[in-house]
T-cell receptor, first 115, second 115 residues
Framework: AQTVTQSQPEMSVQEAETVTLSCTYDTSENNYYLFWYKQPPSRQMILVIRQEAYKQQNATENRFSVNFQKAAKSFSLKISDSQLGDTAMYFCAFPGTSGTYKYIFGTGTRLKVLA | DTGVSQNPRHKITKRGQNVTFRCDPISEHNRLYWYRQTLGQGPEFLTYFQNEAQLEKSRLLSDRFSAERPKGSFSTLEIQRTEQGDSAMYLC?????????????FGPGTRLTVT
């Protein structure tokens, strides 16, 4: 079965510091996408960053970047220069079997940025 | 692009009652998804539509649950004879149907409390 695992239920980081959230997944697919979503308290989920599995280059979006290790099936999110607004639940998501497009989510990491 | 909207945002009902939720996707998106999220967990896939066709249903979607998407526009999710275990956040998401990164755009969710 395809699974997504986030092993860090909670993390905290000082403002302006860097934090890395981990995610591992399991699939037999070769071409797929991976996503990190952010869910702020009482607000809707928004996309942070996506990675295409056939691209070796790690994706970057401003202060957010990923470390994608396809062979290890690892997809970690690095947040640089953490800001108070980064406080949220972060979910790693994987579209599962090609063609269905439904997301399989990890259990999430609750990140708190401390002033 | 006004985003995905969901109504109502909150619903409190007594056990045994029927409830219906509505989702309005982004207008040009032909795929629509329903997920359920319980406290402290990642969203779990319930069902998805491509246009008006319901293409996949999770085993989580018992006989008491039904979803429709008439004319491939808005969607409704109905729960009959609600149980306390149905208490959760129900999330709707939509995406473009062809190619791309399969990015899903999420609504704010409907929080259901069954008493």
């Amino acid at each position: 079965a395809q699974t997504v695992t986030q092993s860090q239920p909670e993390m905290s980081v000082q403002e302006a510091e860097t934090v890395t959230l981990s995610c591992t997944y399991d699939t037999s697919e070769n071409n797929y996408y991976l996503f990190w979503y952010k869910q702020p308290p009482s607000r809707q989920m928004i996309l942070v960053i996506r990675q295409e599995a056939y691209k070796q280059q790690n994706a970057t979006e401003n202060r957010f970047s990923v470390n994608f290790q396809k062979a290890a099936k690892s997809f970690s999110l690095k947040i640089s220069d953490s800001q108070l607004g980064d406080t949220a639940m972060y979910f790693c998501a994987f579209p599962g079997t090609s063609g269905t497009y439904k997301y399989i989510f990890g259990t999430g990491t609750r990140l708190k940025v401390l002033a | 692009d006004t985003g995905v909207s969901q109504n109502p945002r909150h619903k409190i009902t007594k056990r045994g009652q029927n409830v219906t939720f509505r989702c309005d996707p982004i207008s040009e998106h032909n795929r629509l998804y329903w997920y359920r999220q319980t406290l402290g967990q990642g969203p779990e896939f319930l069902t998805y539509f491509q246009n008006e066709a319901q293409l996949e249903k999770s085993r989580l979607l018992s006989d008491r649950f039904s979803a429709e998407r008439p004319k491939g526009s808005f969607s409704t999710l109905e729960i009959q004879r609600t149980e306390q275990g149905d208490s959760a956040m129900y999330l709707c998401a939509s995406s473009r149907g062809t190619g791309g990164s399969y990015e899903q755009y999420f609504g704010p969710g409907t929080r259901l409390t069954v008493t």
